[in-house]
């Protein structure tokens, strides 16, 4: 069974501040996937990285793939109250199993005023 | 487009009945999935259909069925509910026509449901 470990669980910093939330597995996967949750909505997807070291940048938000496919980070630069939710990060493979993700447990995060 | 419909928004069942969760997208999407999503765990998959006619089971699948008879719908059946049923449950679609594991997966907005 591969899992995804996200770090860290909640979050919870001021307007104008950085952060990095953290994806890690043991398993290789052949892409990873970044979605964002709102309260009493469904995730929406964010970005897909499949390429090792894949950098992909998203306005404020910079997406990076670890070079062995085993975890990826998102970084948030001068976060805004906009930003707050709920983010998931999952995984996808190209093998066995391919039609399905497997997801992390998220990172609540709330930015104040 | 409406994309993925999900009804009822809330549901409270007691211990033992029974109920279906619709769920149903115009995207034309071949891959359809359901998910539950309980506090702090991230999404656990149930039960999911590469196509109408064919579905398989996820993760989490006891306790559900489906059945996937057109495309478009996919709905999900709980037959005896139990409290440790209680949660939110998340429909998605997936066009499935390119490489999978890169697609994206649409979501509905989601069912909560309390078995009391």
């Known amino acids: 069974t591969q899992l995804l470990e996200q770090s860290p669980q909640f979050l919870s910093i001021q307007e104008g501040e950085n952060l990095t939330v953290y994806c890690n597995s043991s398993?290789?996967?052949?892409?990873l996937q970044w979605y964002r949750q709102e309260p009493g909505e469904g995730p929406v997807l964010l970005v897909t990285?499949?390429?090792?070291?894949e950098v992909k940048k998203l306005k404020r938000l910079t997406f990076q793939f670890g070079d062995a496919r085993k975890d990826s980070s998102l970084h948030i630069t001068a976060a805004q109250p906009g930003d707050t939710g709920l983010y998931l990060c999952?995984?996808?493979?190209?093998?066995?199993?391919?039609?399905?993700?497997?997801f992390g447990k998220g990172t609540k995060l709330s930015v104040i005023p | 487009n409406a994309g993925v419909t999900q009804t009822p928004k809330f549901r409270i069942l007691k211990i033992g009945q029974s109920m279906t969760l619709q769920c149903t997208q115009d995207?034309?999407?071949?891959?359809m999935y359901w998910y539950r999503q309980d506090p702090g765990m991230g999404l656990k998959l149930i039960y999911y259909?590469?196509?109408?006619?064919?579905?398989d089971k996820g993760e989490v699948p006891n306790g559900y069925n489906v059945s996937r008879s057109t495309t478009e719908d996919f709905p999900l059946r709980l037959e005896l509910a139990a409290p440790s049923q209680t949660s939110v449950y998340f429909c998605?679609?997936?066009?499935?026509?390119?490489?999978?594991?890169?697609?994206?997966?649409?979501f509905g907005p989601g069912t909560r449901l309390t078995v009391l």
């Open positions: 999952a995984g996808g493979n190209s093998g066995a199993g391919s039609y399905q993700l497997t």
């Open positions: 398993s290789v996967f052949s892409s």
């Open positions: 990285v499949v390429t090792g070291g």
């Open positions: 995207m034309n999407h071949n891959y």
């Open positions: 259909s590469v196509g109408a006619g064919i579905t």
């Open positions: 998605a679609s997936q066009e499935g026509r390119t490489l999978r594991w890169t697609d994206t997966q649409y």
